[in-house]
C-alpha cells in the first residue's frame, strides 16, 4: 500500500513539474507576442549599427553588440535579442520561484502575477539591455543564495557567483551598484564562520568587497578592450556635464568648460532655460545647435578637473542639484510617462530606418489595454520608483528577521534578503550617476522587489490555500514535504 503511494505521489509531482513548465512557457508566449519586437531606444540602433560596421564602442555593452550582431546573422532587428532576454528573465524567475514557493499551485499563481502585474510588465517588454541586466542578476542572486544557504557550497557554485556577477558588469557597468551587497553578505557569512568581533567582521566583509569590485571593474574593461576592441567612448560625460549645468543654475555662474559649449551665443541663460533637474536630455540635445558637447575624443581631463573643482568648491549647490535629481529620479515629483513606463517605442526608428533594420512600433491589444489601466489614478500610483524602494527596504528588514529566526528555507531567507538590498542600492547608487529618469532604469528596482514580495506573500497563500479549499493533489502534506522544507519541483 505504501508503495502504490509513493508511486502517486512521484506521477503527481512529475505531473506539476509539467504544468509549472507550460505555465512559464504560456508566460513567455503571452508577453513575447503582446510586446513584439520588444521596446527599444535609440541606444539599441546604435547597437545594431555597430555590428554591422564592426566599429565598436563601449557607450553601450560591447557584449550585447556581438549578441546582437550574432543573432541578427537569423533576423535583423530587436525580436530576437528580446526573445533571448525575455525568456532569460521569465525562466530564471520562474526557477526562483520553484525552490521557495510551498506547492507548484502557489509558484504558478506567483509567476503569472509577476508576468502580468501592470508595473513589471512594462518592464518586461523592454529589449534594452536593462532587461539584460536583470536576467544576469537573477542568475546572480540565485546563485549567491545557494552558497549562503550552503546548500551547494563548491568550488563550481562559487565560480557561477563570480560569472555571473562578471557577466553583470558586462551588461551594465553600473552594475557593480548592484553587485557589491550579494559580494557583501557572501564574504559576511563567511568571515562570520571564523570569527564573532562584529565590528572587524563588518570591515573585512566592506575592504574585501572593495577589492572584489574593484578587479570585477578592471576585468570587465579589459575585456571590452581586448577581446571586443571597443574603444572607450567615456560614458560619464554626461554625468559630468549635468552637474556642472546644474551647479551653474545654482550658483549663478557659468563653470561649463568652453570647449563643451557647442553653437553661437551658449551663455548661461541659455544653460539656465534647457537646464531641467531630471534629466540632461534639454541639454545635450537641441535643434538649433546649441548644446552641450560629448565625444570620445574630447578633452576628458579637463572635463574633470571642472568637475572635480566644483563639487569641491561648490558642495551645498551639488547636493541640492543632486537631491532635485533624485526626486525627479524616483517620482517624487515627476509623474511623466517615460518615467512611468506608459510609453512604448521611440516612433522615429521605423520611419527613418530600412524596414529590413526590423523596426516596428508595438501595437498589441494587450498593450493597448495595459496602456489604458495604467493611466487611471486609481493604477498609476504603483508605478512610482519611490514606492517600490519603500517596499524594498520593507522586505529587507523582513528578510533580516527571518534569517534570525526560523521556520523557512534558507534559501527562501537569503534571496529575498540579498535582491531587496541589491535594489536597494542600485537605486539609490544611479541618484549620484545618472543623468536621466526614465522608467528602464528601475526595471532591476520593479522587477527584484515583486519577486521578493512574492518569496514573502508565498507562505501566506498556502496557509489560505490549506485553509480554505480542498486538501487534495496539490497539498504539500501529502507529499510528505513540510512547510519551509520543501523540494524543489521545478
Not at 229 to 252: C, T
Not at 257 to 268: C, Q
Not at 353 to 373: C, D, F, K, M, T
Amino acid at each position: 500500500m505504501a508503495k502504490r503511494w509513493n508511486s502517486n505521489v512521484v506521477c503527481k509531482q512529475a505531473r506539476f513539474r509539467y504544468l509549472y513548465g507550460l505555465v512559464l512557457g504560456l508566460c513567455v508566449l503571452c508577453l513575447y507576442m503582446a510586446w513584439f519586437p520588444g521596446v527599444y531606444t535609440l541606444d539599441e540602433a546604435d547597437i545594431l549599427w555597430q555590428g554591422r560596421t564592426g566599429i565598436y564602442h563601449d557607450w553601450h555593452s560591447p557584449l550585447l553588440v556581438r549578441v546582437w550582431a550574432m543573432l541578427g546573422h537569423f533576423h535583423s532587428g530587436p525580436a530576437l535579442p528580446y526573445l533571448l532576454y525575455l525568456g532569460a528573465t521569465v525562466i530564471l524567475c520562474g526557477r526562483i520561484l520553484s525552490r521557495t514557493c510551498p506547492s507548484p499551485l502557489i509558484a504558478g499563481m506567483a509567476l503569472m502575477a509577476f508576468a502580468f502585474y501592470p508595473p513589471t510588465f512594462v518592464m518586461l517588454g523592454l529589449v534594452t539591455k536593462d532587461l539584460a541586466f536583470v536576467a544576469t542578476m537573477l542568475l546572480l542572486v540565485h546563485s549567491a543564495a545557494q552558497v549562503l544557504s550552503a546548500e551547494r557550497r563548491t568550488i563550481a557554485s562559487v565560480l557561477w557567483v563570480v560569472g555571473a556577477s562578471y557577466l553583470s558588469l558586462l551588461v551594465r557597468p553600473d552594475g557593480i551598484l548592484a553587485v557589491a551587497p550579494i559580494i557583501f553578505f557572501i564574504y559576511l557569512k563567511w568571515w562570520a564562520e571564523k570569527t564573532n568581533a562584529k565590528t572587524i567582521l563588518a570591515l573585512r566583509s566592506a575592504l574585501l568587497t572593495m577589492v572584489t569590485g574593484i578587479a570585477l571593474i578592471a576585468s570587465s574593461v579589459a575585456t571590452n578592450r581586448l577581446v571586443f576592441r571597443a574603444r572607450p567612448y567615456y560614458a560619464v560625460q554626461p554625468v559630468m556635464l549635468f552637474d556642472l549645468a546644474g551647479i551653474s543654475v545654482q550658483e549663478d555662474r557659468l563653470l561649463l568648460p568652453a570647449d563643451r559649449l557647442k553653437g553661437d551665443n551658449f551663455s548661461l541663460a541659455v544653460v539656465r532655460a534647457r537646464y531641467t533637474p531630471g534629466q540632461a536630455d534639454g541639454l545635450i540635445w537641441s535643434s538649433d545647435g546649441r548644446r552641450l558637447d560629448y565625444r570620445p575624443d574630447a578633452d576628458q581631463k579637463g572635463l574633470f578637473q571642472a568637475w572635480s573643482s566644483a563639487v569641491r568648491t561648490f558642495p551645498a549647490s551639488y547636493l541640492r542639484h543632486r537631491l532635485a535629481y533624485t526626486a525627479n529620479f524616483l517620482g517624487i515629483r515627476n509623474a511623466t510617462p517615460t518615467l512611468l513606463g506608459i510609453y512604448q517605442a521611440d516612433q522615429s526608428l521605423p520611419a527613418t530606418r530600412p524596414a529590413e533594420e526590423g523596426w516596428r512600433l508595438v501595437n498589441s491589444p494587450i498593450v493597448s489595454l495595459y496602456r489604458r489601466v495604467s493611466e487611471s489614478p486609481f493604477i498609476r500610483w504603483l508605478f512610482y520608483p519611490w514606492v517600490f524602494l519603500i517596499v524594498a527596504s520593507l522586505v529587507a528588514g523582513i528578510s533580516i528577521q527571518q534569517l534570525l529566526a526560523s521556520g523557512r528555507s534558507k534559501y527562501s531567507k537569503y534571496i529575498s534578503l540579498l535582491m531587496s538590498t541589491s535594489v536597494m542600492t542600485y537605486t539609490l547608487g544611479f541618484c549620484l550617476v545618472s543623468s536621466g529618469s526614465v522608467w528602464r532604469y528601475h526595471a532591476w528596482l520593479k522587477l527584484g522587489t515583486t519577486i521578493s514580495i512574492l518569496i514573502n506573500l508565498a507562505p501566506a497563500l498556502e496557509w489560505l490555500r490549506r485553509r480554505f479549499c480542498d486538501k487534495g493533489s496539490w497539498s504539500t502534506k501529502r507529499t510528505g514535504e513540510r512547510h519551509g522544507s520543501h523540494r524543489d519541483f521545478s
